[in-house]
C-alpha cells in the first residue's frame, strides 16, 4: 500500500426529514445565497422544505444553474455574491449544482485575475479561500456532497475542465434518500453509472496489496448492482435509495481511493464527449469504460480477473476469455440500466473521435494509473466504441 493522508471534514446529515436540520448547521448572522438547477426542487417539494428550515435567516436565490454547470452562469452567480456580501451558498440540487456553489465560492474571493484559471491550472498556487458551502443533495451520483473537486463547462470554449480543493469541501451535506423518489429513470441509471464508474477508476488499475480497499470497493460495486435496479423498478423504495444514496457518496468521498492507484482515464475522455455533443456525464462513462478496459488489458490483467472472479463469478476459462467476459458483463450492466453504450447510438462518429484525440494531442495528456494512455491509445479507446 502506498502512503497518504486523509482528511474528511465534510459533515453528514442522513435519512428521512433530515432537511428540518438545516437550522441547526447554517451561519445565523450572515447571508445566505441558496443556489439550485432547473427548477426540479420546487416540484418534488424540496425548496419548501428548505425555505420552512430557514425561515428568518436572510436569504436570496439563484436558480438556474445547468446540468454541467457552466462557467458563464456560475460568474453571474459570483457578482450577486459579491454584491450582495453572501457569507455562505447553501446549494440544493444533484452534483451539477454543488459543483457550482464550489467554483462560484472559490471564484468570489479568488485573488487572480481570471477565475478561470482555476480550472485550468494556470494559477498554481493552492486556492487560499472560499465562501463556506452546504449542501443539500437531490441527486446521488458524483460524491459531490463529501468532496472538494467541482467540474466546470465553457460554453464559449467548449470545454469542460475540472478542479479539487479542500477549501470547497461542504461544511455538511444533509442526504435524504426521499428526495430522490422524483427522478426520472434516466437520471438513476445515470447516477448509479457514475458511482460505479467512480470505484472502477480507484480499483480497476493494478494491486498493491490493499485487500482493505479492494474489498470496500467491490462492495459498493456490489452494492450498487443489487439496489440500482430496485430503484429503477420502484422509485418509492425508501430502504434501497438509502443504500443507492451511500454508496454513490462513498464511492468518490476519497476512502477508497487512499494507498491506491488511481485511473481517471474513462472520465478525462467522457468530458470531452459532454463538452463537444452535451452526453449525460453518467452515459459518457458507459460508453468509455469498456473501451479503456479492452485497450489497457495487458496492464489491468490482475484486477480485471479479481473484478470478474468478486462481482460476477467468473471463475474459469482461458485468462482472456475471463477478461473478454468482465468487460462483456460490464457493458451488459449498463445497457440493463437504460445506458446505450456506443458512440453511434447517440449519433457520434469518427469526426469526434478526431477532435477529442487533437486536443489530448496539444494538451499532451498522458492519462490512467500508469500514465500511459496518450492521444493514440484515446483513439483506440473511442474506436473500440464506434
Ligand atoms: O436542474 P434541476 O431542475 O434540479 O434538474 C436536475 C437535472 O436536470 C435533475 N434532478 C436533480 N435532482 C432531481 C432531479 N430531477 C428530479 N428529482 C430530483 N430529485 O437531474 C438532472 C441532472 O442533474 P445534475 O446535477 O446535472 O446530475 P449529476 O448529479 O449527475 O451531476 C453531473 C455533474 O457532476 C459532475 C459531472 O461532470 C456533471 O457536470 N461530476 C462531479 C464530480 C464531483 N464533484 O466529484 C465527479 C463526477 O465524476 C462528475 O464529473
Ligand atoms: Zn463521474
Redesign the pocket.
Known sequence: MYNFEYKNPVKIIFGKGQIAKLRGELPQNQKILLL??????FR?GVYDQVKSALEGFPMLEFGG?E???TYETCMKAVEVVRQEKVGFILAV???????AAKFIAAAAMFEGSDPWDILTGKYSQPIAKAIPIGTVL??P????EM?G???ISRKSTTE?L?FSSPVVMPRFSVLDPE??F???DR?VA??VA?AFV?VMEQYLTFPVNAPLQDRLAEGILLTLIEEGPKILAFRNDYEAAANFMWSATMA?NGLIGQGVPQDWAT?GIG?EL?AFHGID??RTLAIVLPGVMKSMRAQKEAKILQYGERIWGIASGTIPERIDQAIARTVDFFESLGIPTRLPDYEVGSETIDRICQRFEVRKSRLGEHGDIDFRVVRAILEDRL
Open positions: 439550485y438547477g432547473g427548477g426540479s426542487i418534488n444553474i446540468a454541467n454547470p440540487g444533484g452534483g451539477s449544482v454543488l459543483d437531490t441527486l451520483a458524483t460524491g459531490s468532496n473537486n467541482s467540474v469542460k475540472a428526495c430522490i422524483s427522478l426520472p437520471q445515470n447516477g457514475d467512480h468518490l472520465h468530458h459532454t456525464h453518467g
